[in-house]
């Protein structure tokens, strides 16, 4: 065989060079970064401090750190790669040697980055404002399994980046992340919600997300934890087979 | 002389039932500049695509340094060899002029320095600027310097000057020659022909997805006979349609008009007789826009 094209130290460095350059983009564009971190901190403090007079502070918590967590997952994801993929940046880097993975890490990597900063702030906001008080273990739990479970999210924002065009893009993900997160539960309490809507929610990775969260502070609604990660799995194993068939495709339709 | 860099043979594409390309065949080497034209629609871009393994290879045979391009996406050691830049290609536009060349390079083993490559491509003024708010002529200097970043054997420029004004165009140019003196083989497509008489060691005519011509710009004009006459004449334009060899006769402003004629001298005879007041009058050889024309139109009648 071949030697490989870049060393170990170098593909080292082009995976950190990567990873840099995303999270510098991603930092020089405040209109994406700062709705990402506001939206949930002001749904948080909204209606889990101020409207519930800190009732169920500490669901809410979860709530909006499961919505937070997905945002940035589904829009640099979605949003982002469509718009490399309308400037044929994504086709360059598809004919330069370039491994894919690099590009997948530094995306990824500047995704948990910002998924990270929205459960800090929640903390904070919850800690110290709406007097949550939860073992360390449970704080470091929910972060843990916030951070994880952005993966399938991640995937889903990839397939739709490589699918939808630019200008469509946005609008077309917020149409499906905004009903992601109410169907799953993470707006209103299922139980609030018809019968229906309660059963469908079973089939949602936001519902999963949300159940792993809660389990975490003892408020799921009682499934095995194996369910929930098996779903979450299952999602974001057909996603990534389904954004691999996307990614082999992109060149062909280009005319 | 060695193996050429590209091998085309007996290539044929089509869209549905609408053929593009039609057993095309060629080879190329280092050291020269191909310049592929055609109209829109002869094929060019399919080729281009064909070529770099964006679009799947239908019939006939591609090697690229001697593999087929769907290798171009698997093996980096075939890509690492190619430079390209993809028509209206546009930058991520967050990140510095800098940023972006220290990105490219990290995805080769051996890059040029970039501070030379900077002093090179004169992009020393403009390093911390983002790529969003570039000129025309910045953005596609950048590219090209991308494409150069990895020591190339190979450089394809799909309309590589689009948006350029004319200085930005001519040191462009240079760098391109530079590139070829270092032994590069260079396939351009452009709309400008006279980018392509200005670079090109070799025009590829393409028209209805074949090869029409394949030589040297010079012998492009060369075979072509017709020679144009422009001149302040009063003479009515059907008497001018009436002067020994005349295809063509075009009223420009005022009383110019201009004369396309493949019997230049009779033409002229005849003309200063019966216009004893003509005046301005100035004699060119074909241009390759006109030799464009020409051969692309005639191919066109007698196929009708």
Known sequence: MNSPWLSLSQRVALYKTEAEMDLKTLWRTPGFILPCLAFPVLFYLLFGVVLSKGQHAEYLLVSYAAFGVMGPALFNFGANVATERAQGWLTLKQISPAPIGSWLFGKTLSCLLLALLIILLLFVCAGAIAGVRLYTSQWLSLALVLLLGTIPFCLLGLTLGLTLSAKSAPATINLIYLPLAFLGGLWLPLQLLPTALQQLALVLPSYHLGQLGYAVIGKDRGEPWWVNVAVLALYSLVLLWLAARRFQAQSHERR | ?304
Not at chain 2, 173 to 193: D, S, V
Not at chain 2, 242 to 253: E, K
Not at chain 2, 267 to 295: G, H, I
Request: net charge neutral.
């Open chain 2, 1 to 304: 002389m060695s193996e050429p860099l590209i091998r085309i043979r007996q290539l044929c594409h089509s869209y549905g039932n609408t053929p593009v390309l039609r057993q095309l065949s060629a080879d190329m080497s280092g050291g020269e500049i191909i310049a592929v034209l055609g109209a829109n629609g002869a094929g060019k871009t399919t080729l281009i695509q064909l070529m770099l393994g964006l679009l799947s290879q239908q019939q006939g045979e591609i090697k690229i340094l001697g593999q087929a391009p769907a290798q171009i996406r698997r093996d980096p050691q075939l890509s690492g060899q190619l430079g390209v830049m993809l028509q209206q290609a546009s930058l991520p536009g967050q990140l510095t002029v800098l940023e972006q060349l220290r990105l490219f390079s990290a995805y080769y083993p051996a890059p040029l320095d970039l501070q030379t490559l900077i002093e090179r491509f004169g992009l020393q003024g403009f390093l911390q600027q983002r790529c969003s708010s570039l000129s025309g002529g910045q953005r596609q200097s950048l590219l090209l310097a991308l494409a150069l970043l990895g020591q190339p054997k190979i450089l394809f420029l799909d309309e590589p000057t689009v948006g350029m004004d004319v200085q930005a165009r001519q040191r462009f140019w240079q760098l391109i020659r530079a590139a070829r003196a270092e032994g590069l083989c260079i396939l351009l497509t452009t709309h400008y022909l006279e980018e392509a008489d200005a670079l090109a060691d070799r025009i590829l005519l393409l028209k209805d997805g074949q090869f029409i011509a394949d030589t040297s710009p010079t012998a492009l004009k060369a075979g072509l006979n017709q020679r144009q006459i422009r001149c302040h004449s009063s003479l009515p334009l059907a008497a001018l349609q009436q002067l020994p060899g005349v295809s063509n006769v075009v009223a420009l402003a005022g009383q110019q008009v201009q004369i396309s004629s493949n019997q230049v001298e009779n033409c002229l005879r005849q003309l200063l007789q019966q216009d004893p007041q003509l005046c301005d009058l100035t004699v060119s050889a074909a241009s390759l826009e006109q030799a464009f024309l020409q051969l692309t139109q005639t191919t066109a009648e007698t196929q009708q």
